[in-house]
């Protein structure tokens, strides 16, 4: 799972790095989430099919997912990208992928975000009818660490792994919980290493300084990759093991 991409710089880390690293840990699956790789807000069908070809196989979303209005359409097409499954009935796309054994489903925190439908209890729904031991890996989309470890152990044991994104930081907790589910707070963000969480500094610090409405865009320069490694047991469902895989490419690479 590789953690928030972010713009140009994210796009291109992901492109750079995710062949070799399918090659290095002999990757079944890769997803990735993309609500920010267009210019840093949302995600476009041309954007997401450059994602696809570097070697991504799913791509997950959250907040910023209807800020490029293209995207829309694209949503209800075939391909595998998500919108957080709780967003009210009626709106495009879906936010549950199933592929043979596998399911993944995209979910959005409510703390200190929008007030859209419950995500523990959309969850509840959605896993009713899948099989007994199947692999479900869950994207929490949500600001609040609070909310991201309070559905980690609400899911535990129900699903494969908890995976959290949205704040662009890389946690250090990733654990597997006591009945068989992993969990990491947040997977990070594939961008530009020197930002604010992919942003250029310049107009973050402007932001916080005069409290204008200053427009951010996504730095440039040395990127990093961050991202969590599963190893799911393809009999029960439940994770063997969750650790960090953080990669850097400098400006000469």
Same mark, same amino acid.
């Given at each position: 799972?590789?953690?928030?991409?972010?713009?140009?710089?994210?796009?291109?880390?992901?492109?750079?790095?995710?062949?070799?690293?399918?090659?290095?840990?002999?990757?079944?699956?890769?997803?990735?989430?993309?609500?920010?790789?267009?210019?840093?807000?949302?995600?476009?069908?041309?954007?997401?099919?450059?994602?696809?070809?570097?070697?991504?196989? +799913?791509?997950? =979303?959250?907040? %910023? /997912?209807?800020?490029?209005?293209?995207? *829309?359409?694209?949503?209800?097409? &075939?391909?595998?990208?998500?919108?957080?499954?709780?967003?009210?009935?009626?709106?495009?796309?879906?936010?549950?992928?199933?592929?043979?054994?596998?399911?993944?489903?995209?979910?959005?925190?409510?703390?200190?975000?929008?007030?859209?439908?419950?995500?523990?209890?959309?969850?509840?729904?959605?896993?009713?009818?899948?099989?007994?031991?199947?692999?479900?890996?869950?994207?929490?989309?949500?600001?609040?660490?609070?909310?991201?470890?309070?559905?980690?152990?609400?899911?535990?044991?129900?699903?494969?792994? +908890?995976?959290? =994104?949205?704040? %662009? /930081?890389?946690?250090?907790?990733?654990? *597997?919980?006591?009945?068989?589910? &992993?969990?990491?707070?947040?997977?990070?963000?594939?961008?530009?290493?020197?930002?604010?969480?992919?942003?250029?500094?310049?107009?973050?610090?402007?932001?916080?300084?005069?409290?204008?409405?200053?427009?951010?865009?996504?730095?440039?320069?040395?990127?990093?990759?961050?991202?969590?490694?599963?190893?799911?047991?393809?009999?029960?469902?439940?994770?063997?093991?969750?650790?960090?895989?953080?990669?850097?490419?400098?400006?000469?690479?």
């Amino acid at each position: 799972m590789v953690g928030d991409a972010v713009g140009r710089t994210g796009r291109q880390a992901v492109a750079a790095l995710l062949p070799a690293l399918r090659r290095e840990l002999h990757l079944d699956l890769v997803i990735a989430n993309g609500e920010n790789a267009a210019a840093g807000r949302g995600i476009t069908p041309s954007v997401a099919d450059e994602m696809f070809r570097a070697g991504v196989d +799913v791509i997950t =979303t959250g907040n %910023h /997912v209807w800020d490029q209005k293209e995207i *829309i359409p694209y949503l209800d097409s &075939a391909a595998p990208i998500l919108r957080p499954l709780n967003f009210p009935p009626g709106v495009a796309g879906r936010g549950m992928l199933q592929e043979g054994a596998l399911t993944v489903i995209n979910l959005q925190g409510r703390v200190f975000m929008a007030n859209i439908d419950c995500p523990f209890r959309v969850v509840d729904k959605a896993l009713q009818d899948l099989p007994p031991n199947s692999i479900v890996i869950v994207d929490i989309h949500a600001e609040a660490t609070s909310e991201k470890l309070a559905m980690g152990w609400y899911l535990d044991g129900r699903v494969s792994a +908890v995976l959290g =994104t949205h704040t %662009h /930081v890389a946690t250090v907790d990733a654990r *597997i919980l006591p009945r068989g589910t &992993a969990f990491v707070c947040d997977v990070g963000m594939t961008g530009a290493r020197d930002s604010v969480i992919g942003d250029n500094i310049d107009g973050v610090l402007q932001r916080f300084l005069t409290a204008m409405p200053v427009r951010l865009q996504p730095a440039a320069g040395p990127a990093i990759l961050n991202s969590v490694l599963l190893d799911i047991d393809d009999e029960t469902g439940r994770a063997r093991h969750i650790e960090r895989v953080d990669r850097e490419i400098g400006d000469d690479q």
